[in-house]
């Protein structure tokens, strides 16, 4: 097995690593009981808040029965396909098993998807991408949630016409003519 340092670098090696993704996937290695021999820091995060997956006493676990009796499939699954994936909770947190090399026993690769996290690192891409204000990046994060723009602008404190305001200049940026054109390049950026 390769060690651990190897397989989840320290943030001094992320820091160097200047080709690092902004949203750097969620790893979680464990044994043949779902023990947990390692995890990086974005599975850390989404462990940490409320999910479908949790650990307990230091294994892998879903606190809702369906989940866990479709951990516990895709884990079987994995183990002797070599890899299987289901989606846990009502938000579909993605969750990946890959059954190490032959040198690694029964150890598997846990790879995490949490649709709110990429959403957000989407959004920060775009941001970035078609130099997005803080304004116009807040109402582009909310009218991706399938909220209407008046609900949006009174989420935001603004008025309707500040929201129409921005959108207007989200279009212009990105050079979108319609709310749904804007939506679907969101999600397919």
């Given at each position: 097995?390769?060690?651990?340092?190897?397989?989840?670098?320290?943030?001094?090696?992320?820091?160097?690593?200047?080709?690092?993704?902004?949203?750097?996937?969620?790893?979680?290695w464990?044994?043949?009981?779902?023990?947990?021999?390692?995890?990086?820091?974005?599975?850390?995060?989404?462990?940490?808040?409320?999910?479908?997956?949790?650990?307990?006493?230091?294994r892998?676990h879903?606190?809702?029965?369906?989940d866990?009796?479709?951990?516990?499939?895709?884990?079987?699954q994995?183990?002797a396909a070599?890899?299987?994936?289901?989606?846990?909770?009502?938000?579909?947190?993605?969750?990946?098993v890959?059954?190490?090399?032959?040198?690694?026993?029964?150890?598997?690769?846990v790879l995490?998807?949490?649709?709110?996290?990429?959403?957000?690192?989407q959004?920060?891409?775009?941001?970035?991408h078609?130099?997005?204000?803080?304004?116009?990046?807040?109402?582009?994060?909310?009218?991706?949630?399938?909220?209407?723009?008046?609900?949006?602008?009174?989420m935001?404190?603004?008025?309707r016409?500040?929201?129409?305001?921005?959108?207007q200049?989200l279009?212009?940026?990105?050079?979108?003519?319609?709310?749904?054109?804007?939506?679907?390049?969101?999600?397919?950026?």
């Amino acid at each position: 097995m390769a060690s651990a340092q190897r397989l989840f670098p320290t943030a001094q090696q992320s820091a160097a690593d200047s080709a690092a993704p902004a949203n750097p996937p969620a790893l979680i290695w464990i044994d043949r009981q779902w023990t947990v021999i390692d995890r990086n820091a974005a599975a850390n995060e989404i462990l940490d808040k409320a999910n479908p997956l949790e650990l307990a006493f230091g294994r892998l676990h879903a606190p809702c029965r369906r989940d866990l009796l479709s951990l516990e499939t895709a884990m079987r699954q994995a183990q002797a396909a070599g890899y299987a994936t289901v989606a846990l909770g009502e938000a579909g947190l993605g969750v990946e098993v890959v059954r190490a090399g032959p040198n690694a026993g029964a150890q598997c690769l846990v790879l995490l998807r949490d649709p709110s996290r990429e959403r957000a690192a989407q959004i920060v891409d775009l941001t970035r991408h078609f130099g997005l204000t803080k304004a116009e990046r807040g109402l582009l994060d909310i009218l991706v949630q399938g909220t209407s723009l008046p609900d949006a602008a009174q989420m935001l404190g603004v008025a309707r016409s500040t929201a129409r305001t921005h959108l207007q200049r989200l279009f212009d940026k990105t050079g979108k003519r319609r709310q749904v054109d804007l939506l679907r390049m969101v999600a397919a950026f």
